[in-house]
């Protein structure tokens, strides 16, 4: 595994010295840019509008844009002047609890491997780590930048992740559009919500995940290499389902049903607005019900009246 970062764990006064490796990939597939008539890789230059010619890598700075068209040059001279004496250690400044730091926090992460000299003072830091059950809040400085991290346990490995500043996570309240937190929910859909959740809750097993895009698209590259016809999977019929009740019906049966009977409650409906009675409405009230008899049992009893 290749080595990114040598430097050292300054833990109080003890100094591990530790190699960094990158300890996660991306497995993107990537495409190059070619010209359409000769499929040769665009390339990119990199001009100067000004002087209309391309620059070499020699000539450039770096400059920071401080207003529309001006800039502060800052040469590598300035930035060593200022880079901190910890650039090649990671100084360990408190141990907290895993679960006080959010996940929108993490950036990236890399395995820490022992130097030669340092597998007992890595060891007993691991060993440490895992009966007290704390993870490390460190500061380190790679590339230039210092950047907050902790340090913590992975399986059997001491791994370092970069976590972002407090200011570098953007407030909530500038989220648009977010509903208040009293917004009226129906019971019976909440109880349905909840059932679906614990339906589908499972402990996580990351090797039943993949990227069902990039085994698609390694297929479609391979026929295509081999210069096969590509055919195209239909795609799998998706029920409308508009309404939210029904969607947490139909949810739940698809998840093997509910593990517990919800008894679901109709919505209330608001009542009818009340009629203000008039005097027409009050006569119709007083007035005898029409008679409902058949006319056939009237002629009989008329005949019956008669003969006596």
Known sequence: MH????????????NIPVRMHTATEERDIRFRQLHSECHTPIKYAKMCPHCQREVDASEIVRGFEYEKGNFVI???????AISPETRRAIEILDFVDLHEIDPVYFDKSYFLSPQETGEKAYALLRAAMEETGKIAVARVTMRNRQ?????RLYEHCIMLETIFYPDEVRPVSQVPSLPESDVPLADNELKMAAELIRNMTTPFDPAKYRDEYRSQLQTLIENKRKGEEVAVAPAAPRANVIDLMQALKESLAATGGASTPVKLEPEPTPAAPTKKRTAADKEAREEPAADTTPTTTKKLKRKKAKSS
Request: hydrophobic share 50%; proline share 0%; glycine share 8%.
């Open 147 to 151: 950047s907050l991290a902790v340090v």
């Open 74 to 80: 800052i040469r590598d001279e300035d930035l060593e």
């Open 3 to 14: 080595t990114v970062w040598k430097g050292s764990i300054s833990f109080g006064l003890v």
